[in-house]
């Protein structure tokens, strides 16, 4: 489906009622918006150029200034109509690591620079007092992993061999407690099983079953409970029938010195880690999506929806689209190797994506 495709549908519908929507109007349509976006295809909320961000609906006054001497001057001022002014206040919430911190500031920044009234929680707690929080108002959105979001919040433990399987699972439960899932990011951030650049090119493997022939002499490393989850360790070994010759407990961040080390072969990494930008570390491809479906969708109160507005909804889906697997590992990169401040890099982000005005140049002569 093509964005220009997409696009009129997808307005049309989010400027429907949603107190008129049955259950399965609303899933088609949610569904409709979030399988496009994961097809490449933002719904009706298209990347913008570099000046989107001065794109705003404006209205003229005149303003007639009279002199002594009878002269008239008529002076015309733009008055910016922001799209939020007006609505009610608003809390968002992200997790407590800093891939989430950044999700947050990326998401509140762009809402407030629409005139919404929103305050940003970090570190909003436990899955369930999340869910009681988006239940009773308290919470508007929180950007949430869709594996994470099927398995922990919905109770669903069965694997989907396709994005757009996962999301319907998700978005139909979100539909049936009052939620609804937004678009999805390109990117996702899940396991994968990483080795160095010369090992990759010496042993010729690419994918997780090529490590079969070098499993004898393979140590895997990775987090501790990688080893012991039934989604794990054991998982990669009964869906490719490779078994490493050793399994060694690793901190989360250790594994690329250990890579680099020669203290194993292999290492249970995440998808987004900033260190992947070298291309010193290849990606072995998982035919299977063992790992499964690491793609945020920012999980939204229908309540919230309806008293903000479609414009709520467009804003946050227009950040989501720009979040490439690239996007994210330069903005994790910030971050965490260069100890850049999350609200600092994500302004940076955003202004360089139109969506915030561009810096002021400073005065200093």
């Not at 002594?68 to 001057?73: G, I, K, R, V």
């Not at 996007?327 to 260069?338: D, F, Q, T």
Request: proline share 7%; charged share 10%.
């Amino acid at each position: 489906m093509s964005t220009r495709a997409a696009r009129p549908e997808c307005d049309s519908v989010r400027l429907m009622s949603r107190r008129a929507w049955s259950m399965a109007g609303r899933l088609a349509a949610s569904l409709a918006c979030g399988l496009a976006a994961l097809g490449s295809a933002a719904c009706g909320t298209g990347a913008r150029s570099a000046t989107a961000a001065t794109q705003l609906p404006t209205t003229a006054t005149t303003t007639v200034t009279r002199t002594a001497t009878a002269t008239t001057t008529a002076t015309t001022t733009a008055t910016v109509t922001l799209p939020g002014a007006g609505k009610p206040p608003v809390m968002i919430g992200d997790e407590n690591t800093s891939e989430q911190f950044l999700l947050g500031q990326l998401y509140y920044q762009a809402l407030k620079a629409q005139g919404f009234q929103v305050t940003l929680n970090q570190n909003i707690g436990p899955t369930q007092v999340v869910m009681q929080a988006l239940a009773t108002g308290q919470l508007a959105m929180y950007p949430e992993y869709l594996d994470t979001w099927n398995t922990q919040v919905a109770g669903n433990q069965r694997t989907y061999r396709t994005r757009a399987g996962a999301y319907l699972a998700g978005q139909h439960y979100a539909l049936g407690h009052g939620l609804e899932l937004l678009n999805p990011t390109p990117f996702s951030d899940t396991g994968a099983i990483a080795v160095s650049f010369y090992y990759a090119v010496q042993n010729q493997v690419q994918s997780i079953p090529d490590l079969i022939q070098v499993s004898g002499g393979l140590t895997l490393g990775g987090p501790p409970q990688f080893g012991q989850s039934p989604t794990g360790l054991s998982a990669i070994e009964s869906t490719y029938g490779m078994v490493p010759a050793a399994f060694k407990p690793l901190e989360i961040g250790a594994q690329y010195q250990a890579l680099d080390q020669g203290a194993v072969q292999a290492a249970v990494v995440n998808t987004t880690d900033p260190q992947l930008l070298t291309g010193s570390y290849p990606l072995l491809h998982d035919p299977e999506d063992v790992f499964g479906w690491g793609n945020v969708v920012p999980v939204a109160s229908a309540r919230a929806l309806e008293a903000e507005g479609p414009e709520f909804a467009a804003t946050i889906n227009r950040v989501s689209a720009l979040l490439t697997l690239p996007a994210i590992r330069e903005l994790n990169a910030a971050v965490v190797l260069y100890g850049q401040d999350p609200a600092t890099a994500a302004q940076e982000f955003l202004q360089a994506q139109g969506i915030l005005p561009p810096p002021q140049p400073s005065s200093g002569g």
